[in-house]
C-alpha cells in the first residue's frame, strides 16, 4: 500500500558524510515501521537500521553503530539515514523497506514494501 522512493546518493571520499532520504506515499505512515538495508555487489541484502512508526524505538547493525543515525519526520512521511565517517566498506545500493506496525525488524523477510534503492560509493 505504501510507494517508497530513496534520494541522497552519491560518490563521497572515506570520512565524508551522507544523508539518505525515503520519501512514503500512501498508506497512514505513522503506523509504519521503516528501515534501511544495503547491498553491495555479489553481497546479500543487509541490515543497516530500523525505526518504528513513533521513532520512538531504533536498531543498527553492528557495523553502523555510532557512525550512522536513523530517524523520521511523519509530518513529511519521510525517513532518514544520517550517514558518518563513511568506509569503502559502506559501498553500495541503499534501500528503504517499510511494514505496517513492525518494530525494529531487521530481516530482509520482515518487509513487504521496499524502495528502488539509492547508490552511494565511498572511494578515495
Known amino acids: 500500500q505504501v510507494q517508497l522512493t530513496e534520494s541522497g546518493g552519491g560518490l563521497v571520499q572515506p570520512g565524508d558524510s551522507l544523508r539518505l532520504s525515503c520519501v512514503a506515499r500512501?498508506?497512514?505512515?505513522?503506523?509504519?515501521?521503516v528501515a534501511w538495508f544495503r547491498q553491495a555487489p555479489a553481497k546479500e541484502r543487509a541490515f543497516v537500521a530500523a525505526i518504528n512508526g513513533a521513532g520512538t524505538a531504533r536498531d543498527y547493525g553492528d557495523s553502523v553503530k555510532g557512525r550512522f543515525t536513523i530517524s523520521r519526520d511523519n509530518a513529511k512521511t519521510t525517513v532518514y539515514l544520517q550517514m558518518n565517517s563513511l568506509r569503502p566498506e559502506d559501498t553500495a545500493v541503499y534501500y528503504c523497506?517499510?511494514?505496517?506496525?513492525?518494530?525494529?525488524?531487521?530481516?530482509?523477510?520482515?518487509?513487504?514494501?521496499w524502495g528502488q534503492g539509492t547508490q552511494v560509493t565511498v572511494s578515495s
Open positions: 500512501g498508506g497512514p505512515f505513522s503506523s509504519y515501521g
Open positions: 523497506a517499510a511494514k505496517y506496525a513492525a518494530w525494529r525488524n531487521t530481516r530482509v523477510e520482515d518487509y513487504n514494501h
